[in-house]
């Protein structure tokens, strides 16, 4: 039981600094936890881990592959949402970023990073006409009157 107490204040001190954007720290005690081999750890475990190894080891498809699981693991995790979309941008999957940002914010509408990865990634808006397709000279002129009526650009 000595072990699970002494992994777990592990697992916490290294997701803290990976919060606190210490990757470098953070993952060398993610790293001590993921040597040992050790099964059915929490997916923010892995969702830190996978965004850590994708930033600073370059490790970007194994990176996904630990979000991912994070997810499916721990799906009413917000944390675990927004390192996959951090993790998907590395990966230059644009679209699986705004999704995964888009799942996570159904968890948790108020999540700060979320919110600041929503702003950053900018969010298409509706069709101004939704019954005809977005490429529809409509819809974009339209869409761009809307964008400057609305003084965005």
Not at 106 to 122: F, M, N, S, T
């Amino acid at each position: 039981m000595a072990a699970s107490a002494e992994l777990l204040t592990t697992m916490r001190r290294g997701i803290d600094c990976c919060r606190r954007g210490d990757w470098n720290e953070g993952l060398r005690y993610l790293g001590q936890i993921a040597e040992r081999g050790d099964t059915g750890l929490p997916g923010i475990f892995y969702s830190y881990l996978g965004y850590g190894i994708a930033l600073r080891e370059q490790r970007v498809r194994e990176g996904l592959k630990l979000c991912r699981h994070s997810v499916k693991v721990e799906f009413y995790q917000a944390d675990n949402y927004l390192n996959l979309a951090r993790t998907c941008l590395l990966a230059r999957q644009r679209s699986g970023a705004v999704r995964a940002v888009r799942d996570g914010l159904k968890i948790d509408p108020h999540h700060a990073g979320l919110l600041a990865l929503q702003r950053e990634l900018g969010v298409r808006g509706r069709p101004m006409l939704p019954f005809l397709d977005r490429a529809h000279f409509l819809n974009q002129f339209l869409g761009r009157l809307r964008h400057t009526l609305r003084g965005d650009g």
